[in-house]
Each structure stands twice: as structure tokens, then as C-alpha cells.
T-cell receptor, first 113, second 113 residues
């Protein structure tokens, strides 16, 4: 089954404790992206990647890191999480051209205390 | 950078009536405009999209119109049904490959039986 898999789905942690949210897709998509969703603000793009070893900042990259060492994986790293990073996070992927639909994962709800 | 505004923030319609959601964008270079539907607790899903060289696109009960001069685009849902109840997001993309997305804040549509 074609899918985007995020882990964990839920995480409660404390300020400053490094964490990684994994994202994996099995559709051989070139493009992958991370978004955060906050009430009243919609989805805001954090980072995106057009292919292996190619990543770019979205609109809200501060406090986040990503890597794209393999085509299927695009982990989101919070080196020193803070409470303002409490949010619902979505990973998405699609083929390279713009007219292909983005497939979203089920989301990861992060709470930083 | 790009800014996407979306109105209204909430919309209630009677079943069978039409619903219209409007978005405006700030950057005239934006050239790709998708619409996503997000049901409660679920992932966003693409429902329709339009490129800047097209004025209108239709898919069954859903249509999108684009006015490049005025920099706005709209989602039209006809013959609404209860299952259309969801949050709808518009988005604009600055580049030919839709890499960098900016989403609107969302519209919560309620279809009343």
C-alpha cells in the first residue's frame, strides 16, 4: 500500500531534549516536505527536499533540522525543543512535478513541556 | 515572500446549497494553487488544483477559478452534502515545481442537514 509513515504519532517531552520525528515513503517520490499545523495558522512549511542530499528552508525553519540521505526517508530533528514547537506536524511527499498530488502522513502531535 | 489570505474562516450552509471560499495571494509570481480538504483528525488531501495559465477547472461538484490580475482564486462546491463538512485550505506555490508552498489559514465548512 502506497503511504507516508510518520513516527511517533504522539510525543510528550521536555524542553531541551533532542528528538527526531521520522518520515518514510514507499512511492519513490522525489519531493518530501515537513509542515506544522497550528490553530488559525493553517499549514506552514518547515523544510522541503527535492531529492537526495537536496534540502531547502520553508517559511518557518528556525529550531528545526532535516536530512535526506535516502530517497524514502526525511527525518525532522529538533535539537533543543522549546514549548513554542508544540504543534501537529505533517510530512508529505510527491513526484517531482507540481501537478502531482502531495500525499500526507497521518501527523505527529508533539507537546514540549 | 508569499502571503495567502483565506475567507471566510467559518462557513455554514444548508445541504444542497453552494459554498464558496476565496483566497488572495500577494506574489504575482505564484503559479500553482491547490486546495486541500482536512476532515477532523485526519490528514489533508488534495481535492483540486489550478495552474496560472488556466482560468477555471472543474471536477464534478467542485470547481476552482483563478483571477491572476486580481490575485485571487476561489473554491466552489455545488450541491453540498454532509460529508463535505471539513476544513479547507488553499495554497500558493512560488516556483514551477511547487516546492515552496504557502497555505491559507483554512475555512471550516459545516453542511447542515
Amino acid at each position: 500500500e502506497a503511504q507516508v509513515t510518520q513516527n511517533p504519532r504522539y510525543l510528550i517531552t521536555v524542553t531541551g531534549k533532542k528528538l527526531t520525528v521520522t518520515c518514510s515513503q514507499n512511492m519513490n517520490h522525489e519531493y518530501m516536505s515537513w509542515y506544522r499545523q497550528d490553530p488559525g495558522l493553517g499549514l506552514r512549511q518547515i523544510y522541503y527536499s527535492m531529492n537526495v542530499e537536496v534540502t531547502d528552508k520553508g517559511d518557518v525553519p528556525e529550531g528545526y533540522k532535516v536530512s535526506r540521505k535516502e530517497k524514502r526517508n526525511f527525518p525532522l530533528i529538533l535539537e533543543s525543543p522549546s514549548p513554542n514547537q508544540t504543534s501537529l506536524y505533517f510530512c508529505a511527499s510527491r513526484f517531482g512535478t507540481v501537478d502531482q498530488p502531495q500525499h500526507f502522513g497521518d501527523g505527529t502531535r508533539l507537546s514540549i513541556l | 515572500g508569499e502571503n495567502v489570505e483565506q475567507h471566510p474562516s467559518t462557513l455554514s450552509v444548508q445541504e444542497g446549497d453552494s459554498a464558496v471560499i476565496k483566497c488572495t495571494y500577494s506574489d504575482s509570481a505564484s503559479n500553482y494553487f491547490p486546495w486541500y480538504k482536512q476532515e477532523l483528525g485526519k490528514r489533508p488531501q488534495l481535492i483540486i488544483d489550478i495552474r496560472s495559465n488556466v482560468g477555471e477547472k472543474k471536477d464534478q461538484r467542485i470547481a476552482v477559478t483563478l483571477n491572476k490580475t486580481a490575485k485571487h482564486f476561489s473554491l466552489h462546491i455545488t450541491e453540498t452534502q454532509p460529508e463535505d463538512s471539513a476544513v479547507y485550505f488553499c495554497a500558493g506555490s512560488l516556483d514551477n515545481y511547487g516546492q515552496n508552498f504557502v497555505f491559507g489559514p483554512g475555512t471550516r465548512l459545516s453542511v447542515l442537514p
